[in-house]
């Protein structure tokens, strides 16, 4: 029997024969395409070559036509969507690896089908009796015929039978990534896994994409020869491809004989490790056996996505990782009981069995383990609690509310998918769209999104373009300024953009923010506000055009090759437009030197914070401006002050070492590894690179910005503020140079007016500790003032009860009580009351819009049935809010002080409510 690393290995040996590249997967979160979550699909990496931005892979003096590779996609989220199916059923996973061979241009459907036949059949030994191929059939909307090309592919290049091919419409055979984008019809390959009595019941033919898990897709065959378009229309692309994907996990069940991808060597190692943990035994309780699919398979997404760049949070991908790490967590509780921290050490596992395709999990292993592992704390201590909420809240319903969805999410950290799946364990359903209007009251963050914005740097409306055959050349690194030519110009939505042959001009790009300037000929000058990068040459944003620019016809719309580029060059006459040679591209020397030295300052900073926190810092991302630096990286708690003051005085001492510049261009990127040159992880680099070194035993890095000669000219590093950004994830910010100067000169200022007001100019730390004792006696005199106020109010209120079907009801409200006040009075009066006593106190804060409740109730009649908590919670909703606590003594907030006098006159008529009291 094959094992999985031999099936990918042959996998890729394959296509190696077949004269293709075999490339790397990239990380599954995306790092240049705005439009996804995370990768998703096998060709999401090649998207700039099937859109006609780009020819092909370039692999030394090559550019590739054909590729296969193996790519880790996840699947959570929007279209592609396979989480609730994951666990429940055996082949449905977030995190999967996609095998995957494409052309680019090169072959097309003869071949694809050809090969498939051959690695299936000739290769893996696939009873081909038991493979199926489906066909497009058309789709008359889209104005598309029959795939009979491919249909008489099948029957003339492979041995399948010719009723084994089937057809099917757009849902199940036309692929398509998103609502726009490269698309076309797909054949796909499926296998029947049944028994031969099965078969002979009932043909496979009627089973194919009929939702039977024995007959199941193993290979998709797409053919990308359109493009969708905003307006749901379809148009041909500049060349057509072959875009095929094999789930790894399914054939690897398939050719070592499994009836389940979890029964496979790929998931083994992780169950029998879930199975000590939980001690169970995989495959003896239905149960059980779900979730220990969940957490094996859930695992897998969270190592993979925070190895390559993603954390736990309450925004974007970071709430989608919250969300897997969750869901699993959940399951360990409440199938395992577990109640520790358990997922991290799964990590240990991952890294060995994938040390060889995928090292950068073992390159990361105690890094990811201590963001697990924190995210697990966190959530195991609210998780008990919300279970048995939920069991409360639920309790003799057919529907949770919306409002206490919302409770569950965000006080006890409950994703609303966490919360539904424990709803459909019960078959009860949940108020949803309640809960949504909740979530958009609150400004919640936690919001599960399938797309970001997209990118507006396409788009651009050209008043002319020309070809100078010549490529773009950045030249600011060895100048401030330059004599440039004018290739386009253009509109932006509103922004104004130039195209040059040359330019000075630093592109937004690595953190740094673009340059400024000036573009002039004669008395004609551009402000350069911001360049941007495009696939065709950066784009240089300015305030104005000349008119003779802009008048005439336009040129067309797209910046790259693949669009709108089909008569550019004779679209205007040029010797109509004035003057395009001949400018002068000035960056603003000024803005770039400031920039410069906060660049160096974070090169300075990254090697530092190594130095003082540990090897597992990495850059996660950074800002680099002319008045401050942003830097993000990994580390799994809050920096320490003394910490921070090492790093800061570390820092300094390099600057003033005044350490020269070490600037590589073209360098060999093995070269570069061999030295220990730092390089973000993800990141896209070329088989040339350029390294940045300020002393070869401190700081070697990848990058392409711009930066200071010596380190001496950076002046001054100052840290500003040190916070986190997502769990595992840090951002400190910092100022250097002017910035830095104008810091220290605004906190000197402080401390002299300090001093002025304190009127003590030796000692303002002394001056200010007298204010604070001062201030504490204050606030303790008049502590002591609202409670006795409020004793003696609740005195009045526990003169004048209330009986209620025999039970003594006290209410009344507390002038100027805040929440605490109120519980304390609580307290005091189970003690004053004793038994058959229920006491409703509220007080209200009019300026700040806030109402507070407090129930309590004696131990006898908690036995009976009257709970603060249930009582606290109904009154609460009264006045806008929500509440909760211990049967004995609970409270609840609101925002509608107004309406306290409400809900305490509906205590009454709760008490009376309570069925067989």
Known sequence: MKTSS??????????????????????????????????????????????????????????????????????????????????????????????????????????????????????????????????????????????????????????IRPEHILQFGKKDNFWEMGDTGPCGPCSEIHIDLRSDEERKKTPGADLVNAGDPRVM?????????????????????????????????????????????????????????IGVLGNVVYGKNESTDIAMRVIADHIRAVTFAIADGASPSNEGRGYVIRRILRRAIRYGWDQLQLREPFMYSLVDVLGTQFQEIFPEVREQLDYIKNVIRAEESSFLKTLGQGIELFTDMTRGKEMLSGED?????????????????????????????????????QRARARASGSFAASDHAGVQWFFRRDLDTPFEFTGYDRLSDTVS????????????????????????????????????????????????SSAGPLHVVDHLPAEWINGESAGTGVGTGAGTGADSDARDFSEIGALDGWLAEVDAERRAETEKHHSATHLLHAALRN???????????????????????HFQAVKENELAEVEEIINKKIQENISLQEERDLPMEEAKERGAMMLFGEKYGDRVRMITFDPE??????????????????????????????????????TGMAADHLLRKEHQTVREAAALLGSADSIAGGIQLLIDKNRSLEKELEKLRQREASGALDQVLRNPVT???????????????????????????????????????????????????VAVTEDLIARGIKAGAMVSDLGKLVGGGGGGQPTLATAGGRFPEKLSHALDAAKEWLENIPNF
């Open 217 to 273: 897709e193993i290979w998709n065959l797409v053919f990308i020869q359109f493009n969708r378009r905003k307006d749901g229309s379809l148009e041909s692309l500049p060349a057509v491809h072959v875009d095929t994907g094999m789930g790894f996990e399914r054939i690897c069940a398939v050719l070592q004989g499994k009836n389940s991808n979890y029964d496979s060597d790929l998931f083994a190692p992780l169950l029998t490790a």
């Open 6 to 159: 031999e099936i990918r290995n042959d996998f890729l040996q394959f296509f190696r024969e077949k004269e293709h590249l075999i490339v790397n997967s990239v990380p599954v979160v995306p790092a240049d395409d705005p439009t996804l979550l995370f990768i998703n699909a096998g060709m999401n990496p090649f998207k700039p070559i099937f859109l006609g931005e780009e020819e092909g892979l370039e692999e030394g003096d090559k550019v590739w036509k054909r590729a296969a590779d193996t790519q880790k996609c996840i699947r959570v989220s929007g279209k592609h969507n396979d989480l609730e199916e994951v666990g429940i059923d055996t082949y449905h996973h977030t995190l999967f690896e996609m095998l995957g061979n494409w052309s680019f241009g090169d072959y097309f459907k003869a071949e694809a089908i050809e090969w498939a036949w051959e690695l299936l059949v000739d290769r893996w030994g696939l009873n081909p009796d038991r493979l199926y191929a489906t066909v497009f059939e058309g789709d008359e909307e889209d104005g598309l015929p029959t795939d009979t090309e491919s249909i008489n592919l099948w029957r003339d290049k492979t041995g």
């Open 804 to 854: 209620v079907a025999g039970v003594k009801l006290y209410c009344g409200e507390l002038k100027g009580a805040d929440m605490n006040l109120l519980k304390q009075q609580g307290y005091e009066a189970l003690k004053k009351t004793a038994t058959e006593a229920v006491i409703v106190l509220g007080s209200r804060d009019e300026a700040a819009g806030k109402v507070y409740l407090m």
């Open 405 to 441: 969805a919302f409770k569950l999410h965000d006080t006890y950290g409950f994703p609303i998918d966490l919360t539904e799946l424990m709803a459909r364990e019960k078959g009860i359903r949940v108020d949803t769209d309640t809960f949504q209007l909740k979530m958009e009251e």
């Open 612 to 634: 003082v926190l540990g090897e597992h810092v990495a850059q996660k991302g950074s800002l680099v401006a002319p008045d401050r630096l942003r830097f993000d990286f990994s």
């Open 486 to 533: 004018v290739t386009a110009a253009g509109i932006m939505g509103k922004k104004f953009v130039l195209m040059l042959d040359r330019s000075p001009f630093y592109a937004e790009s690595g953190g740094q923010v673009a340059d400024h300037g000036v573009i002039r000929r004669g008395d004609e000058v551009l402000h350069v506000l911001d360049v941007q990068k």
């Open 698 to 735: 401190y700081s070697v890095e990848l990058c392409g910005g711009t930066h200071v000669s010596a380190t001496g000219r950076i002046g001054y590093f100052r840290f500003v503020q040190e916070t986190s950004v997502a769990s595992g994830i840090r951002r400190v910010e910092a100022v």
